[in-house]
Nanobody, 121 residues
């Protein structure tokens, strides 16, 4: 089970940190990804981190502004979001993959319920 937290409503330029807590699994065996879905749009990849936390990859739209990290002792993955823009408004989901760290959501078997981020101008 994956449970996201940390969403909210902020103004342009603000920061937020999302958390995703995992239970019932060997967390350190999985790559973890963040995805988002804006109203009327398809879900899109945001960031991914491999099982050890050594390797990360970001969508171009969030590179240099977002940072993904994980704490395997706490079974938690984080998404630090800085310099937020209105176009970052979406429901953010975390997901786990046993296939490796890549942006293809078809490789992610388990998903959280999502947390809403709203950025106003």
């Amino acid at each position: 089970q994956l449970v996201e937290s940390g969403g909210g409503s902020v103004q342009t330029g603000a920061s937020l940190r999302l958390s995703c807590a995992a239970s019932g699994r060997t967390f350190s065996s999985y790559s973890m990804g963040w995805f988002r879905q804006a109203p009327g749009k398809e879900r899109e990849f945001v960031a991914v981190i491999n099982w050890s936390g050594v390797w990360t990859y970001y969508a171009d739209s969030v590179k240099e502004r977002f940072n993904i990290s994980r704490d395997n002792d706490k079974n938690t993955v984080y998404l630090q979001m800085d310099s937020l823009k209105p176009e970052d408004t979406a429901v953010y989901y975390c997901a786990s993959s046993s296939w490796g760290a890549d942006p293809n959501e078809r490789n992610y078997a388990d998903w959280g319920q999502g947390t809403q981020i709203t950025v106003s101008s």
